[in-house]
T-cell receptor, first 115, second 111 residues
Framework: DVKVTQSSRYLVKRTGEKVFLECVQD?????MFWYRQDPGLGLRLIYF???????EKGDIPEGYSVSREKKERFSLILESASTNQTSMYLC??????????????FGQGTRLTVV | DQQVKQNSPSLSVQEGRISILNCDYT??????FLWYKKYPAEGPTFLIS?????DKNEDGRFTVFLNKSAKHLSLHIVPSQPGDSAVYFC??????????FGAGTTVTVRA
């Protein structure tokens, strides 16, 4: 079974703190993603990466950065946490099929509260 | 602006009956569509998908229908079971990896 593991289920941080959310996948997938889930808005893509050291902005990258130094690990960084970044953060991975489409596999999510 | 829209935030259905979830999209370049199911405090899990070259895909109790001309897809669950109570997300892709999601529909199956 594909396993995507996020380092924390729940986090509480203070405004202005630098926050690191870690994600590890064990299936050698090329693609990794960070989404946030908010009521009424669904899942919105923050950043994604299709290879080591490669990253691309998603739909809402402002206030975030990412790092992918190893294939299995994709980190989301909140440079200076703000209350509007309180959300559920979901990491996902998927293989590159090259000629077709495959589904993404998600981690269990990190509920981040910024106070 | 969301390119994938699920206009019904919630759906309540009696156990044993059919659940129909709807999804509309605006991007004509989307050519692969997926449905995900999410329980509280868990990540979404893949349910079923359909390529744009098809108009129907069936997997057990779950069937997805695609109407490309209307830019509309639907998920049918027959018969609905209590374990189907969850949030269902419609998603679409125009390339090999990036998915755009709808806002989700919360399904409640009543005993």
């Amino acid at each position: 079974d594909v396993k995507v593991t996020q380092s924390s289920r729940y986090l509480v941080k203070r405004t202005g703190e630098k926050v690191f959310l870690e994600c590890v996948q064990d299936m050698d997938h090329e693609n990794m993603f960070w989404y946030r889930q908010d009521p009424g808005l669904g899942l919105r893509l923050i950043y994604f990466s299709y290879d080591v050291k490669m990253k691309e902005k998603g739909d809402i990258p402002e206030g975030y950065s990412v790092s992918r130094e190893k294939k299995e690990r994709f980190s989301l960084i909140l440079e200076s946490a703000s209350t509007n970044q309180t959300s559920m953060y979901l990491c996902a991975s998927s293989p590159s099929s090259g000629h077709g489409y495959t589904e993404a596999f998600f981690g269990q999510g990190t509920r981040l509260t910024v106070v | 602006d969301q390119q994938v829209k699920q206009n019904s935030p919630s759906l309540s259905v009696q156990e044993g009956r059919i659940s129909i979830l709807n999804c509309d999209y605006t991007n004509s370049m989307f050519d692969y569509f997926l449905w995900y199911k999410k329980y509280p405090a868990e990540g979404p899990t893949f349910l079923i998908s359909i390529s744009s070259i098809k108009d129907k895909n069936e997997d057990g109790r779950f069937t997805v229908f695609l109407n490309k001309s209307a830019k509309h897809l639907s998920l049918h669950i027959v018969p609905s079971q209590p374990g189907d109570s969850a949030v269902y997300f419609c998603a679409a892709s125009e390339n090999d990896y990036k998915l755009s999601f709808g806002a989700g529909t919360t399904v409640t199956v009543r005993a």
